[in-house]
T-cell receptor, first 111, second 112 residues
């Protein structure tokens, strides 16, 4: 079964604005990752945050993790049209590196 | 480095026919995954290999789906017979122990 659930399902913003999407999951995790998927393409890894970390940055990306609430958020600052894509969280909850993906957030950045 | 290669990119078949998808992971990546992504949904893990051994195939519909990675490198995913609900993109991914997945572009299957 899928581990995570993203919200909102869809988000539309103007270029230059910030985009925030959230991920909730069900069981304890080892780490949580965010991936991007452009239309018709495979997924691309963005950032990984371990269960003992609370916040991580990578360029215009900021990820937070709250293990007590079993949730994570991805913030994209100063969005660009090229950020238009679907974003998925993935959790690694087992001992064998199984990765379970959420339902995704579809982000549209309007130029 | 070369990415994860998948073929074919597109396949259209009729229900009850069979289909096979091929994946060549990144060189040196011991772990290989097959995911099924139905339109509008997130990827669903079908099977995970570590070298040529199966780690997890709990979500693989074994009555119709099979997968192998005989020499611990390339992998093949087969569906026989296909059903309408198998229409999806089949994604192959590989990883090292760093836990980051590298995906191929996917194979889009349409079952008529």
């Amino acid at each position: 079964s899928q581990q995570g659930e993203e919200d909102p399902q869809a988000l539309s913003i103007q270029e230059g604005e910030n985009a925030t999407m959230n991920c909730s999951y069900k069981t304890s995790i080892n780490n949580l990752q965010w991936y991007r998927q452009n239309s018709g393409r495979g997924l691309v890894h963005l950032i990984l945050i371990r269960s003992n970390e609370r916040e991580k940055h990578s360029g215009r990306l900021r990820v937070t993790l709250d293990t007590s609430k079993k949730s994570s958020s991805l913030l994209i600052t100063a969005s660009r049209a090229a950020d238009t894509a679907s974003y998925f969280c993935a959790t690694d909850a087992g001992t064998g590196n199984q990765f379970y993906f959420g339902t995704g957030t579809s982000l549209t950045v309007i130029p | 480095e070369a990415g994860v290669a998948q073929s074919p990119r597109y396949k259209i078949i009729e229900k009850r026919q069979s289909v096979a998808f091929w994946c060549n992971p990144i060189s040196g990546h011991a772990t290989l995954y097959w995911y099924q992504q139905i339109l509008g949904q997130g990827p669903k893990l079908l099977i995970q290999f570590q070298n040529n051994g199966v780690v997890d195939d709990s979500q693989l519909p074994k009555d119709r789906f099979s997968a192998e990675r005989l020499k611990g490198v390339d992998s093949t995913l087969k569906i026989q017979p296909a059903k309408l609900e198998d229409s999806a993109v089949y994604l192959c991914a590989s990883s090292t122990s760093a836990n980051v997945l590298t995906f191929g572009a996917g194979s889009r299957l349409t079952v008529l």
